[in-house]
């Protein structure tokens, strides 16, 4: 069935709604060459593809995914053109104003992960603000990575064990892998099932590399801003056609 946007608003017949995914990881590439093909600013492809985030996030609540992560800017995209950073920054807050009631009505719990501390004060203000106001909301859970780094999240997590050790309040045979996942900025949160990541581009830029350990890969050569349902919808194809073995020899195992 498609809604008056010409889009699919139901699950499609062919997706079995009992494997899907639960919570998917996204890696929006392609803003800028979306733009530049066109002959327009990078920043007007940073634009359309909040849009496809937007309707990424109402598709997924559509279809009962509940959980969806997108990256949104890494430790390193400090290194862009500064008007490029600054309309980043700017979009974010903006778009944080501009959508957090329709996501809190729509039933969207917002989180932030990343070292927020280094962000504008205003776009600190509307991340605490929204995620206050959406916490206890359970339609689906939304996470944004903003100024993220794994390694960076990695490294911290090590830093404040330790300390724990060094104050003598955890021996080192108690570090263990469910005590560091206690100290990543998603703590609490199941790791992702699927990652998509498009315009062809197949690496993981430092995103979420503990938490994907076992996290099924999907690559498109679509420029994000492109990615619409349909598009979806073939990753969750690819994603059903999967043998999740997790290390174990039987699906069924692991299911
Ligand atoms: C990568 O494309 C995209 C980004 C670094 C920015 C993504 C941000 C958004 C889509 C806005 C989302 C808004 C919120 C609130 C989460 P690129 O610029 O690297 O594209 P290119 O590889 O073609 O140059």
Redesign the pocket.
Known sequence: MTNNKGQISQLPADLNPQKLPQHIAVI???????A?SRGLP?IA??RQ??K??KELLRCCKDWGISALT?????TE?WR?PTE?VDF?ML??ER??RRELAQMHREGVRISFIGDLSILPKSLQAEIERSSAETLNNQAIHFT?A?NYGSRNEIMRACRQVAELVQQGELTAEGVNENLMEKFLYTADTPEPDLLIRT?G?MRLSNFLLWQMAYTEMYFTDI??PDFDREAFHQALLSYQGRDRRFGQVKASLSA
Not at 28 to 34: A, E, K, P, Q, S
């Open positions: 929006m590439d392609g803003n800028g060459r979306w530049t990078r492809g940073h593809g909040a496809t985030l997108a990256y949104a800017f890494s995209n862009r490029e980043l979009l974010f778009l944080l944004v903003v315009s581009e420029l994000w």
